[in-house]
C-alpha cells in the first residue's frame, strides 16, 4: 500500500517561503496525479496544486501567484513552496494521490485516495 | 462555478438513515467524492464516483446524484459515523479541485 509522508519546518516567518516534501513510499510517484491540500484550525479544506509525475502543474487560482509545485521522480517526492506567508497561510498541509478514472463517454474524474498524516506549519515570528 | 455547497451540520438518530448533500454547477459534468474526517485524522475517502467504495468502506455508505447535487447516504448511522464530511470535484474548467465547506454529522 502506498504511503505518503509531509516533512517540513513547523513554523514559519511572516513574508518568508513555506517549503514542504511528501515522500511517497512502498509505490512509484508515476502514473498519477499528486496534490497539496491544506486545512487552517477549525476549517475546511483547500486544494493548493496538483502535479503530474510529468510536471505538468495547477494551481488554485487564489493562490497561483506564490505558490510552486515540484515533482522530482529519482527521489519519488513532490514538494510545495508557498512564498510571501502570513497567519492565514497557518494551516495543517496534506499531501494526497489523486486516483483518476474514466465515465462511460471517456471524460475523467478523480478522487484523493490516499493522504498523508498532515504536517502543521505555523506563520509566526 | 468553482463553489460546491454543503449544510454546515447534520443530525441523525443511531441507526437512521441520513443524506449529506452537495451542491455545485460542475456536479453537472464531473463526479464527487466524499471524504470521512475525525478529529486529529486526515481525511478517509468513502465514495467516489457514481457511486464506488474503496476497500474497507462500510456498504451502509452510498452516493446518488440529482441535476446539480451530490448526495451522501448512510444508511443505519452508526456512533463511529460522527465526523466531518466533505465532498470533492472539479471546477467547470475541470482544470482545478474544489472542496465543499463540509458537514458535521452528528449522531444521536
Known amino acids: 500500500q502506498v504511503q505518503l509522508q509531509e516533512s517540513g519546518p513547523g513554523l514559519v516567518k511572516p513574508s518568508e517561503t513555506l517549503s514542504l516534501t511528501c515522500s511517497v513510499s512502498?509505490?512509484?510517484?508515476?502514473?498519477?496525479?499528486w496534490s497539496w491540500i491544506r486545512q487552517s484550525p477549525g476549517r475546511g479544506l483547500e486544494w493548493v496544486a496538483y502535479i503530474h509525475y510529468s510536471g505538468s502543474a495547477n494551481y488554485n487560482p487564489s493562490l497561483r501567484s506564490r505558490v510552486t509545485i515540484s515533482v522530482d521522480t529519482s527521489k519519488n517526492q513532490f514538494s510545495l513552496r508557498l512564498s510571501s506567508v502570513t497567519a492565514a497561510d497557518t494551516a495543517v498541509y496534506y499531501c494526497?494521490?489523486?486516483?483518476?478514472?474514466?465515465?462511460?463517454?471517456?471524460?475523467?474524474?478523480?478522487?484523493?485516495?490516499?493522504w498523508g498524516q498532515g504536517t502543521m506549519v505555523t506563520v509566526s515570528s | 462555478s468553482s463553489e460546491l455547497t454543503q449544510d454546515p451540520a447534520v443530525s441523525v438518530a443511531l441507526g437512521q438513515t441520513v443524506r449529506i448533500t452537495c451542491q455545485g454547477d460542475s456536479l453537472r459534468t464531473y463526479y464527487a467524492s466524499w471524504y470521512q474526517q475525525k478529529p486529529g485524522q486526515a481525511p478517509l475517502l468513502v465514495i467516489y464516483?457514481?457511486?464506488n467504495r474503496p476497500s474497507g468502506i462500510p456498504d451502509r455508505f452510498s452516493g446518488s446524484y440529482s441535476g446539480n447535487t451530490a448526495s451522501l447516504t448512510i444508511t443505519g448511522a452508526q456512533a463511529e459515523d460522527e465526523a466531518d464530511y466533505y465532498c470533492?470535484?472539479?471546477?467547470?474548467?475541470?482544470?482545478?479541485?474544489?472542496f465543499g465547506g463540509g458537514t458535521k454529522l452528528t449522531v444521536l
Open positions: 512502498t509505490g512509484s510517484i508515476s502514473s498519477y496525479y
Open positions: 464516483g457514481r457511486n
Open positions: 494526497a494521490r489523486e486516483l483518476d478514472y474514466y465515465d462511460s463517454s471517456g471524460r475523467i474524474h478523480g478522487a484523493f485516495d490516499i
Open positions: 470533492n470535484s472539479r471546477d467547470s474548467s475541470g482544470n482545478h479541485r474544489v
